[in-house]
């Protein structure tokens, strides 16, 4: 009795699968497919993601080095951007990447360790009681600045900082292998004030990059 009650159950359980999927059966279809036909649709949400890098190990964090001196050269390595200091003019310091899966807004923020200053690394007596807060108090043209301002160029947009950050503003998905940006500095003029040629000075900053979405 147990046999055939089975063999029932099989048989009634066969032809309700041809009615419902006929089509189904006919192409050997995947159970998503059948579930599909329901009325019940499997929905996969993909989460936002948002990268921003200097170099091809993801770093975020890039030294800037502004050199004074007859001797000073420049010079380009993963986290590092040594460039000659020539106040008033645009210097490229090459690209950083940004990747982005998402169609809206985003927002580059670019932070100044030394609020948007170029400081010098190392500093003598001699330069100690030749300038006070950037304003020389000793001849004309012969001390140095405390401080050197400097406004960042991203992808060909000058951006002034706000208090101790840069922005910019992109929106839009990029390649699987992101957008390359470019990146330059440009330093502000310094009236008045000629570098000696037989001495060099290192200026220094640090820039520390983020995203998020708007």
Do not use: H
């Amino acid at each position: 009795m147990c046999t055939k009650r089975s063999a029932i159950a099989s048989v009634l359980a066969s032809a309700y699968l041809m009615l419902a999927f006929p089509n189904a059966l006919a192409q050997g279809a995947t159970p998503a497919q059948g579930v599909q036909g329901l009325g019940t649709s499997l929905s996969v949400s993909i989460p936002t993601i948002l990268l921003v890098s200097i170099d091809i190990e993801n770093n975020r964090t890039l030294n800037l080095e502004g050199v004074f001196g007859e001797k000073a050269s420049a010079a380009s390595s993963p986290g590092l951007r040594r460039f000659l200091l020539e106040p008033g003019r645009a210097i490229g310091l090459g690209e950083f990447r940004v990747f982005s899966n998402r169609p809206g807004a985003y927002r580059i923020s670019i932070r100044s360790l030394n609020q948007a200053m170029l400081v010098p690394i190392r500093e003598s007596a001699e330069d100690a009681e030749s300038s006070v807060g950037g304003v020389s108090v000793a001849e004309p043209g012969s001390a140095w600045p405390k401080g050197i301002p400097y406004s960042l160029i991203l992808d060909g947009t000058p951006v002034r900082a706000d208090a101790d950050r840069f922005f910019l503003l992109a929106k839009g998905k990029t390649s699987t292998t992101g957008a390359s940006l470019r990146l330059g500095i440009q330093i502000d003029d310094l009236p008045g004030f000629k570098a000696p040629r037989s001495k060099g000075k290192v200026y220094a900053d640090t820039l520390f990059f983020d995203i998020q979405a708007e």
